[in-house]
């Protein structure tokens, strides 16, 4: 099978597209994850010039074109069209024009898949509704973490049916975890249980809510810590104000702040728990980071958390916006055998969130839908 995985999205900051394949790890994780479960893979990527770049066995095709130019230019359909392509694999809910005009492009055999990435459909009364619902009819599946995230889609109309929608995680990480007490040693991170944020500091990540939740917990966990790692900052004098107002967290909160890519690994390695407060997410990159060096995972009890867990399998799940039900969390996870637990969120991680299991699943969505596909057309 020959797939095509088209991305129109970029930074123009990037200086070259090898820094853009390095920066874009979840667009070269997933090529890499769909060529080793065995098909082969182009990626059409829009950027701010031409380039062809081969990397590790993926044939890399940049397209000097903005989004919105590439309906009024035949880079795009040639740039696919050349790659002989099965299945064309369109990246984001956000592009449906552009994924209709490439479906009129394409020829009637090869399927057309479209990958959400915690897009929010538009609204019912909005004149261009009734354009996107036209857009949105041309895949042959959308692809969503878990079936709940496109329920909203489908009664809105802009998924014309339920049974086009595939459940499939949208990435994973090659992150591997360190020796623990390496880890804590390099991190200087203590505590028992020492619980880790990785996360921006925004109104939906919560972090007051997890401040309070952890206050509370350290009633019955009076020797825990909790780390909190973050990029975004838009809560930070909150969040400052409101551990230096409270003893219990003064004493026991650490705000690191932005870590370098390269020495993430250290400080998941390194947390016993690891902690999130989010409302909605696409999938959760940061809890899934965790996932794989082994920090037990207490969540909120949203759909893609739900999936990243197995339904709760591993870690613990809470209400959104609740700091009694994290505390509640935080001391039943940390009363039950952390090594063991740890243990068990790896061999998850293994099964389920590993970039091998992703393209696994991957692979086996694309031959359903193409077959589907060919059945139609046959039919």
Request: aromatic fraction near 6%; charged fraction near 20%.
């Amino acid at each position: 099978m020959r797939v095509v995985i088209v991305n129109l999205a970029f930074d123009p900051s990037l200086p070259s597209p090898e820094a853009l394949l390095d920066a874009y790890h979840s667009l070269t994780g997933w090529s890499e994850a769909v060529r080793d479960a065995g098909v082969s893979v182009t990626v059409v990527q829009a950027y701010s010039r031409d380039a062809r770049v081969e990397r590790r066995g993926i044939d890399y095709r940049f397209l000097r074109l903005s989004a919105p130019a590439l309906l009024r230019d035949d880079s795009l359909r040639d740039a696919v069209l050349s790659a002989h392509p099965d299945l064309v694999h369109v990246n984001g809910l956000d592009v449906p024009l552009h994924t209709w005009w490439l479906r009129r492009a394409l020829p009637a055999s090869v399927a057309l898949v479209v990958q959400d990435h915690a897009s929010v459909p538009g609204r019912n009364l909005s004149v261009k509704a009734p354009i996107r619902r036209r857009a949105m009819a041309a895949p042959d599946a959308y692809l969503f973490t878990t079936r709940e995230q496109a329920a909203t889609w489908v009664e809105r109309g802009f998924i014309r049916e339920d049974g086009l929608v595939y459940e499939l995680l949208e990435a994973s990480t090659t992150l591997a975890p360190l020796d623990r007490d390496l880890a804590r040693e390099q991190t200087g991170t203590g505590g028992a249980p020492s619980v880790l944020w990785v996360g921006r500091l925004t109104p939906n990540k919560d972090p007051l809510c997890v401040l309070d939740g952890f206050e509370l917990a350290c009633r019955e966990l009076p020797e825990a810590t909790l780390t909190m790692v973050y990029t975004d900052e838009t809560l930070l004098s909150a969040v400052r104000r409101r551990v230096g107002d409270s003893a219990a967290l003064s004493a026991r909160v650490r705000l690191v702040g932005a870590v370098p890519r390269a020495g993430i690994a250290a400080w998941f390695s390194a947390a016993d728990l690891f902690v999130l407060g989010s409302h909605r997410e696409g999938s959760g990159y940061a809890a899934i980071e965790a996932c794989a060096c082994g920090a037990v995972p207490v969540l909120t009890n949203i759909p893609s958390f739900r999936a990243l867990t197995g339904g709760g399998a591993v870690g613990q799940l809470w209400t959104p916006g609740d700091p009694e039900a994290l505390a509640a969390a935080l001391v039943r996870t940390a009363r039950v055998d952390l090594g063991r637990q740890r243990e068990q969120v790896q061999q998850h991680f293994g099964r389920s969130l590993s970039w091998a299991a992703v393209g696994q699943q991957a692979v086996s969505v694309y031959r359903r839908v193409l077959e589907a596909r060919r059945r139609e057309q046959a039919g």
